[in-house]
């Protein structure tokens, strides 16, 4: 069966189920670094928000084997489990007054985003693109974006120099700053996934239950080993788009507080790894252990670069090694 046969097939067997409440679509979307993904658009009646479902995956699961009939049971169960409970008013959109206290910033790969980038106001960063965004937030909705286009500009009567001044003013009180080290993230990510499955204490032993989840956690992720320089991992609160971190003022106060520069490793659009210098650095060993990466762990759509960047504490500036 062809993606568009797929396509078709389930498409129609999730609208029969709904009925008439959901006006269900299907939209190619691009996505970041030219990545296309077809979406199964869910829109509520009167609501200004959607829900996206992307198939691709599914797709793969179908070509492995997994019966269509059980593709479509889990495409409806995962959007009833994700269904937004609010209904999201978006009327302030169209005042630019309104949307400029929501307004940030995300980092792109500036090659792989030669197409988007035709359509949205920007600057040129290193090797980067820095792209404006209108964040928004809410219990149920989590953290979500609209990236801002130049149509939006227009109805707005904004320059591209203002507009992507007031997101590099705004974005850093909305999405503040965390620099954690490396050890202290994995630590609290292997501490959640051990405590899900241990069984629950027994009455009186939630003291001793949660000292074994530390003593494992820690274990797991390397507290307390000696040797080794300490890896700080940097993004926003949110985790959404975090590497833009790096464009804050205050987060570059913070590393000229060093006595040495910094080597930067691009993890992800969401974050970024901070590699103290010592001097005895390999710089084709940073870039081959950074491409390693990319290649084996990183969403093509979430890939920000293949570069190493050097934060100069002298000079307070960041460029490529």
């Known amino acids: 069966m062809t993606m568009e046969q797929f396509i078709n097939k389930v498409s129609n067997a999730v609208r029969a189920y709904f009925g008439g409440g959901l006006d269900i679509t299907v939209q190619k979307v691009m996505k970041n670094n030219g990545v296309e993904m077809t979406g ?34 889990k495409l409806i169960r995962t959007y009833e489990e994700h269904r937004p409970a ?14 400029r206290t929501r307004l940030a910033c995300r980092l792109l790969n500036l090659e792989k985003n030669r197409e988007l980038l035709s359509q949205v106001p920007h600057q040129i960063w290193l090797d980067l693109a820095v792209v404006p965004c209108c964040v928004l937030m809410g219990d149920e909705l989590g953290c979500a974006c609209i990236l801002i286009r130049y149509g939006h500009m227009r109805d707005w009567k904004i320059d591209e120099e203002a507009l992507l001044a007031d997101a590099r003013a705004n974005m850093q009180k909305i999405l503040r700053p965390e620099c954690v080290p490396m050890s202290d993230f994995l630590y609290d990510m292997m501490r959640q996934t051990v405590e899900e ?4 204490a027994e009455p009186g032993e939630e003291e001793n239950r949660g ?9 797991l992720a390397g507290r307390g080993r000696p040797g080794g320089r300490q890896l700080l991992i940097l993004s926003n609160i949110q985790h959404f788009y975090g590497a833009s971190a790096l464009l804050y003022p205050d ?14 490793l691009p993890s992800s659009v969401h974050e970024v790894l901070l590699l103290e210098e010592t001097g005895n650095e390999d710089r084709c060993g940073l870039y081959r252990m950074v491409r390693e990466v990319n290649e084996k762990n990183v969403p093509r759509e979430e890939f920000l ?14 460029r490529i090694l």
């Open 211 to 219: 000292l074994v989840l530390d003593q494992i956690a820690g274990l």
């Open 86 to 99: 609010e209904k999201l008013n978006l009327d302030f959109f169209r005042d630019y007054g309104k949307v």
């Open 40 to 73: 199964l658009i869910f829109m509520e009646k009167g609501s200004d928000i959607a829900a996206t479902i992307y198939l691709d995956s599914y797709y793969e699961a179908y070509g492995e084997g997994t019966p269509l009939g059980e593709i479509v049971r």
């Open 305 to 318: 670069s293949d570069s190493v960047y050097y934060f100069d504490r002298k000079t307070g500036r960041i």
């Open 197 to 200: 499955q241990l069984p629950e």
């Open 251 to 264: 987060v570059q106060k913070l590393l000229t507080r060093g006595e040495k520069g910094y080597f930067i």
